[in-house]
């Protein structure tokens, strides 16, 4: 199978042109500059991806953040209502409070000394 001078012309440029991209191809893996640069290119990325691992991405942060501000808000609102709570249940024992010392002390003068030694101390500790 005998070819003729200009298939073979064609043959040998078609291997020039192949064999001239498979040495550019060698001469940009084996260079310096180029096997620096990936490098550099490979640990930036397993730098990101540890960070990351380690601190999440935005969007997790994101919607961790979000979570976390819908909790302080309702445990914000619970505490506010508790809070409500404990003042109405605190102004109402005070209001009571004359009522129950002269029910507790009436005829008892230990008793009446002992609630009054109390209630001293009460308002001794929430001065500080």
């Given amino acids: 199978m005998a070819q003729s001078p200009e298939e073979l012309r064609r043959d040998i440029e078609r291997t020039r042109a192949n064999l ?16 620096v640069e990936r490098r550099t290119q490979r640990v930036g990325s397993r730098l990101r991806s540890i ?6 991405s935005a ?3 994101y919607g961790a953040a979000g979570d976390r501000a819908a909790s302080v ?9 508790g809070a409500l709570d404990a003042a109405g249940a605190a102004v109402e024992q005070v ?3 004359p009522h129950v010392v002269r029910r507790q002390t009436q005829g008892n003068p230990l008793a009446a000394g002992l609630v009054a030694f109390g209630a001293g101390l009460l308002i001794a500790t929430h001065r500080r």
């Fill in 73 to 81: 808000t309702g445990t914000a609102q619970s505490t506010a209502q």
């Fill in 59 to 61: 969007h997790d942060a």
């Fill in 20 to 35: 001239g991209e498979t040495l550019e191809a060698i001469g940009d893996r084996v260079s310096p500059g180029r096997i």
């Fill in 95 to 97: 209001r009571e409070a």
């Fill in 51 to 56: 960070k990351v691992a380690v601190m999440g």
